[in-house]
């Protein structure tokens, strides 16, 4: 049975958020399952105040939800929560790739083809789970090459929950395949490396299956 470490009282609060966070991306956890402050703290022999600290940084990530009579959950997506999402992000990672190109380096751009080849492989051996670690890490670093720390953390707490749970991978996108996936991360590197005649916009729009 999958279980959380106990943990020492160093930096107790994002030792906890880095329990959870890797437990959600290790699937421990389904969508909208309520959380249990007084049971992760037991588990993890700690007390529930740095439990719920942690929690409601995760809530801030996107990846939790919190409400004062439920508690705290994993978030649940519908088809309507991805187009409503793709709707707001379509706008933020066209700027974020606009912007990413001026500051890009040659080592990001071998970067990022490695992880699209670890995210193609992944995918074609049904592992959701690095695929989308690959994805995040991918994406992650092009907001990061933006050098706006506001539209970083608006795409990360945007995006975040469907990497975290695969949902990119099984939501409204019944087309996808390895290769179609390794094209649309290809676009971004080519548009990144001044060799790709598709617009940001369009590059962005082709990624989502817009």
Request: charged residues 25%.
């Amino acid at each position: 049975m999958y279980r959380l470490p106990q943990l020492k009282a160093v930096s107790i609060r994002e030792s906890v958020g880095d329990a959870v966070r890797k437990a959600l991306y290790d699937r421990r956890f389904v969508a909208g399952e309520p959380l249990s402050e007084a049971g992760l703290a037991a588990e993890m022999g700690i007390s529930r105040g740095p439990v719920r600290e942690a929690l409601l940084v995760l809530v801030q990530e996107g990846l939790l939800t919190h409400s004062p009579n439920r508690g705290f959950a994993v978030v649940s997506f519908s088809g309507d929560d991805l187009r409503e999402i793709n709707e707001v992000r379509l706008p933020l990672e066209t700027t974020a790739l606009t912007l990413a190109k001026f500051r890009v380096l040659k080592t990001d751009l071998t970067e990022l083809s490695d992880l699209k080849r670890q995210m193609v492989e992944s995918y074609s051996a049904c592992d959701i789970r690095i695929c989308s670690q690959s994805d995040m890490a991918f994406h992650s670093l092009i907001w990061n090459r933006t050098g706006n720390s506001r539209l970083e953390t608006a795409l990360k707490t945007l995006v975040a929950p469907f990497f975290a749970y695969g949902s990119l991978f099984n939501a409204g996108r019944p087309e996808l395949t390895p290769h179609l996936l390794d094209e649309e991360h290809e676009s971004f590197i080519q548009f990144l490396s001044g060799a790709e005649q598709r617009t940001a916009e369009a590059c962005v729009r082709f990624h989502l299956g817009l």
